[in-house]
């Protein structure tokens, strides 16, 4: 199977968009966004990078009336989803669908960007700093960038990082028990992809394409058992963390979902734990205006 074919049939980012605590952090950065922009969203052109499901899009358009949207996503599949999920707001904002590569140019006119959002996906890019120089050409002079992640280095709560480590070793280990058919990646990872930079490090990335850092932020989300098994059936996740070999992605869903189980089952057992927090950083940065019309006091 080709990978354009097995990208489409796997495409299966919507449980984990509709958690409640992932979509309500979403919803707080966004809000803060909102709060640097001169007048608020309304108004403004929004570029939806690496878009998914449109959360980003979504947001926005519930607390203002941005005047269009630039949505773009490689995964034509996540574009549909995106579609339907914005069909309420299509009367008030102009939106517009991209089959695109975040590392690649935007097709977008450079320059009409006033907010890009680069949110919860530039982890999974081999080519983070091209991805930045690539968002910043489409914002207009004084916009602004928003990097979300909860993938970076520094993520996990001080005390937490064996419960993330021990999630991975049960789920390789169930897939031993059980016996299933299993094998890793044949091709090698392109060297970048799914490396996690820790949020100064992503703030040297932007200052260094010529942005200007507005506000960095952390927030902790306290993440239960759903959502870590909504998180084990999307496609980039489960590679990322198991590297299965294509036809074995299905295989390591199954795993990390059952091992999700264990951990929690172990957690219950012992003190009552229900859920485990996770930092969730964001960085905006500004392009900066033209020379000419900088301020000189
Ligand atoms: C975890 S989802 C997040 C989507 C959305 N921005 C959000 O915050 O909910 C990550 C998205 O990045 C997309 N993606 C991954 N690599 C990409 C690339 N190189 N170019 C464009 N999109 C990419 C995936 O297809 C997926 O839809």
């Given at each position: 199977m080709d990978e354009a074919t097995l990208k489409k049939r796997v495409y299966k980012f919507d449980p984990f968009a509709a958690v409640p605590e992932y979509i309500k952090v979403n919803r707080d950065l966004v809000a803060v966004v909102n709060s640097h922009v001169p007048g608020g969203l309304t108004g403004k052109r929004i570029g939806d990078i690496a878009?998914?499901?449109g959360l980003m899009t979504k947001l926005a358009c519930e607390i203002a009336s941005p005047a269009s949207s630039a949505l773009m996503d490689r995964s034509d599949e996540a574009l549909e989803l995106a579609q339907q999920e914005l069909g309420p707001y299509s009367g008030k904002t102009g939106l517009e669908f991209h089959v695109a590569d975040?590392?690649?140019?935007?097709?977008v006119k450079p320059g009409t960007v006033d907010v890009g959002f680069l949110g919860?996906?530039?982890?999974?890019?081999?080519r983070k700093a091209e991805a930045i120089k690539y968002a910043k050409e489409a914002l207009a002079p004084g916009g602004l960038l928003a990097v979300v992640s909860?993938?970076?280095?520094?993520?996990?709560?001080?005390?937490t990082e064996i419960l993330w480590q021990r999630w991975i070793t049960r789920a390789r280990r169930i897939i031993q028990e059980k016996h299933w058919p299993f094998e890793g990646q044949k091709e090698r990872v392109q060297a970048g992809k799914d490396h996690w930079l820790s949020q100064q490090k992503y703030c040297d990335l932007m200052t260094e394409n010529g942005l200007v850092i507005v506000r960095t932020e952390l927030q902790t989300v306290e993440l239960k058992q759903n959502a870590l098994e909504a998180i084990a059936e999307f496609n980039d996740f489960a590679q990322g963390a198991l590297r299965p070999a294509p036809e074995y992605l299905q295989t390591a869903t199954a795993a990390l979902k059952l091992a999700a189980g264990e951990i929690f089952q172990g957690l219950k057992g012992v003190n009552a734990v229900t859920a485990i927090p996770r930092y969730w950083m964001m960085v905006i940065a500004q392009k900066p205006l033209q020379p000419q019309y900088a301020e000189t006091t």
């Open positions: 878009c998914g499901l975040a590392q690649e140019p935007l097709p919860n996906c530039i982890h999974n890019f081999a909860t993938f970076f280095e520094g993520a996990y709560v001080p005390g």
